[in-house]
């Protein structure tokens, strides 16, 4: 891992929503931005029209993005991701993706509630900034 994270003792406990409280990322360090993914196919169209089934791709097309940088989930620092009509269901739909994906100790994440995404039958997308350890370094 490029970065350490920390969940301070005096806040809650975020693991089990998937996210934590705080990452550092130390000098010297490279960092990747992902735009938004979304449960889609190669060809740009929607997967699924259930919510478990985009959160899934979208995290799926994530870690091919990172892949094509030699990353994977686990160089994940913060993600920032959108739901449409966010609910506790929903959030622990995302909390578990995270977890499969991300591990034990998952990256920051914000959660952001929306009316709509760039196309109607989108209902999630995920953005992402990952780490890695600059040759340099």
Same mark, same amino acid.
């Given at each position: 891992?490029? /970065?350490?994270?920390? *969940?301070? $003792?005096?806040?809650?406990?975020?693991?089990?929503?998937?996210?934590?409280?705080?990452?550092?990322?130390? &000098?010297?360090?490279?960092? +990747?931005?992902?735009?938004?993914?979304?449960? $889609?196919?190669?060809?740009?169209?929607?997967? %699924?029209?259930?919510?478990? #089934?985009?959160?899934?791709? &979208?995290?799926? *097309?994530?870690?091919?993005?990172?892949?094509? /940088? #030699?990353?994977? /989930?686990? *160089?994940?620092?913060?993600?920032?991701?959108? +739901?449409?009509? =966010?609910?506790?269901?929903?959030? #622990?739909?995302? #909390?578990?993706?995270?977890?499969?994906?991300?591990?034990?100790?998952?990256?920051?994440?914000? +959660?952001?509630?929306? %009316?709509?995404?760039?196309? =109607?039958?989108?209902?999630?997308?995920?953005? &992402?900034?990952? @780490?890695?350890? @600059? &040759?340099? @370094?």
């Amino acid at each position: 891992m490029s /970065h350490s994270v920390i *969940n301070p $003792s005096e806040l809650h406990d975020p693991i089990p929503y998937g996210y934590s409280h705080t990452a550092a990322v130390p &000098a010297g360090t490279g960092l +990747v931005f992902v735009s938004g993914q979304y449960g $889609s196919g190669k060809d740009g169209m929607v997967v %699924s029209a259930d919510f478990a #089934g985009q959160v899934k791709q &979208a995290f799926a *097309n994530l870690g091919v993005a990172l892949a094509s /940088h #030699g990353l994977d /989930h686990s *160089n994940i620092v913060q993600l920032r991701t959108y +739901v449409v009509g =966010p609910d506790f269901e929903k959030l #622990g739909i995302i #909390g578990s993706v995270v977890h499969d994906s991300c591990g034990e100790l998952p990256p920051t994440q914000t +959660v952001i509630g929306v %009316s709509g995404l760039a196309m =109607p039958d989108i209902l999630f997308e995920v953005e &992402a900034v990952a @780490s890695y350890p @600059s &040759a340099e @370094s």
